[in-house]
């Protein structure tokens, strides 16, 4: 019975002796994304993400969309600047938002929204400047829920809780632009 165990107890140590060889071999193939320099020698992600441009969206002033156009602009210069203010730019990143509203859900007695929906669409490129050439285009959305109370006599609550809605929306529109654009940069292509 003991020699069972100390068996099993072999094949274990063979097979934990082996997943440490492994993960030894593939440590070297690890690259991290935000590295201060690449592995050939180029300049680093965070230096590429500082010459992207970010201009104003071009919306009628005072619309919604042109206050989620500046949420969504500010949010992605935070993420691709930091504290920094950008470097002479290389690449251009042109944004176009829509967005609308559903109602998911009615009050039963009232027949009033009880939970709405908001989705923020976002199509965008990135244009290097000294060619004018389009090197990548892609679309995101983002769609949020947001509760509404249980009266007319509460709009203003209803106000703020779309105007909150439009404004986590507009934070994960910046995410998913700002991973598109480190993953194009980190990868070439």
């Known amino acids: 019975m003991s020699s069972g165990r100390f068996g099993g107890t072999m094949r274990i140590a063979a097979r934990l002796a082996i997943i440490a060889t492994l993960a030894g071999l593939l440590a070297g193939c690890f690259r991290p994304m935000y590295a201060d320099r690449s592995a050939d020698g180029g300049s680093a992600l965070r230096e590429k993400l500082l010459g992207v441009e970010l201009p104003e969206l071009k919306e009628p002033n005072g619309s919604r969309i042109a206050r989620l156009g500046v949420e969504v602009r500010n949010a992605l210069a935070f993420k691709l600047y930091g504290n920094a203010t950008g470097m002479p730019p ?3 990143l042109i944004l176009r938002l829509t967005g609308s509203n559903a109602t998911v859900m009615t009050d039963s007695v009232s027949q009033l929204p009880s939970v709405e ?9 990135l244009v290097e400047i000294a060619s004018g050439k389009q090197v990548m285009t892609g679309t995101t959305f983002s769609t949020v829920s947001y509760d509404n109370p249980g009266s007319n006599f509460q709009r203003f609550n209803r106000a ?3 105007r909150d809605a439009e404004d986590r929306a507009s934070q ?3 995410d998913n632009i700002q ?3 480190a993953s194009f940069f980190y990868s070439g292509s």
């Not at 929906?117 to 490129?125: E, G, P, R």
Request: proline share 0%.
């Open 117 to 125: 929906s908001y989705t923020l669409n976002a199509s965008f490129s």
């Open 90 to 92: 290389t690449h251009r």
């Open 179 to 181: 991973t598109r654009l």
């Open 172 to 174: 994960e529109i910046a």
């Open 160 to 162: 703020r809780a779309y």
